[in-house]
């Protein structure tokens, strides 16, 4: 009688799990730094079945997957070192099970990893990808570039907020608050809608941008292609009662006029409404303090007051918030501040007397 092969032997479910919770820790371990003594035995638990590499691969896809989700992005490259799953087994098809520091692994990251082994990565990615969600949000001074997984770009203004909900039918935008600009890639099977207050925007391949003022104002402007416009409430997007607003055209509509008006924009007012985009910003008469906080959220160089009473200076006039320099430049011009550049990320502004 032939001894059993490795294939007719019937791995319990507690010893499949181990060999999942070693691939989750020696991956993690990997990413830390193999000494070359973990390495070789690294190799040598790859080498030992082939179960161990088949896991390994599942699970990297999985990773790259989530990669590309702009939620478990944050997670991915700074929170790696969560706890993993405990394991319960250790059976000599998995052994030397790797011995490592404690680590703490995102508690959803494991749970979409679990269900990718055991479901096949194209199944998991698919459930993960109903209830992908991500908010974004900006400071009072702040602006923000997001770039969805599907290739989408959201430019967010200062003050404003935007929830991202994919689905493998539509991808949404709520957004909340504020103004945000949208370059949307094509994609027939899944519209890309925005919602703003009562109206939603839908888009397939365009470019527009949406103004949601506190007061509730609502203003769409089209940049590139069409978006059809129409009330969340009672309407369908696809009802002929909805506004078809083109490129060059503005859609304004006011809390107490509850009937959107579309007009043509001019160059002009294309312009001063869309500046902020370009980092062209405009201030009367602002703090200093405040008037740097807007230049360090478009620049690697940071702008640090140094002198307290510096911080109440005034300072009035239009500003490309992307060439923070040339404003130092400015104000040493003045005569009243002197500036010190620091580990070339910092740029120190004291008084000049």
Not at 1 to 24: G, R, V, Y
Not at 60 to 71: I, R
Not at 275 to 299: E, H, M, Y
Request: glycine fraction near 6%; aromatic fraction near 6%.
């Amino acid at each position: 009688m032939n001894p059993p092969t490795s294939a007719d032997i019937k791995i319990p479910p507690h010893a499949i799990a181990a060999i999942e919770d070693n691939a989750i820790m020696w991956l993690t371990e990997r990413d830390d730094g193999f000494t070359p003594v973990r390495e070789r035995e690294y190799i040598q638990w790859l080498s030992a079945d082939p179960r161990h590499a088949a896991s390994v691969i599942r699970l990297e896809q999985t990773l790259n997957l989530l990669g590309k989700l702009p939620q478990f992005r944050v997670e991915l490259n700074t929170e790696f070192d969560r706890m993993p799953p405990v394991v319960p087994f250790c059976s000599p098809l998995d052994s030397p099970a790797p011995i490592r520091k404690a680590h703490r692994w995102p508690q959803a990251l494991v749970w979409i990893a679990a269900a990718a082994l055991a479901l096949g990565t194209h199944t998991a990615w698919r459930l993960w990808q109903h209830s992908a969600e991500a908010r974004y949000s900006t400071t009072v001074a702040g602006y923000e570039l997001a770039r969805l997984a599907d290739g989408s770009t959201i430019e967010l203004n200062a003050a404003s907020a935007v929830v991202v909900q994919f689905s493998g039918g539509e991808r949404r935008v709520k957004l909340e608050t504020g103004e945000a600009h949208f370059a949307v890639t094509h994609d027939a099977t899944r519209p890309f809608v925005v919602i703003a207050g009562d109206i939603s925007v839908r888009a397939v391949g365009t470019a527009f941008n949406v103004r949601h003022t506190p007061e509730g104002e609502i203003e769409v402007i089209v940049t590139e292609g069409k978006v059809r416009v129409g009330d969340n409430r009672t309407a369908s997007l696809f009802a002929p009662t909805t506004q078809l607003v083109a490129a060059g055209e503005r859609l304004v509509m006011l809390k107490q006029t509850p009937q959107p008006v579309v007009k043509k924009i001019t160059p002009t007012a294309l312009r001063d409404s869309l500046a902020w985009q370009s980092g062209l910003v405009k201030f009367a008469d602002a703090p200093l303090v405040d008037v740097i906080a807007s230049f360090n959220t478009r620049n690697e160089i940071q702008l640090v007051i140094a002198d307290a009473n510096l911080a109440s200076l005034h300072i009035g006039g239009t500003f490309n918030l992307k060439e923070a320099e040339a404003f130092v430049r400015l104000l040493e011009h003045g005569g009243e501040i002197r500036s010190e550049k620091r580990n070339g990320t910092e740029i120190i502004l004291r008084s000049a007397h």
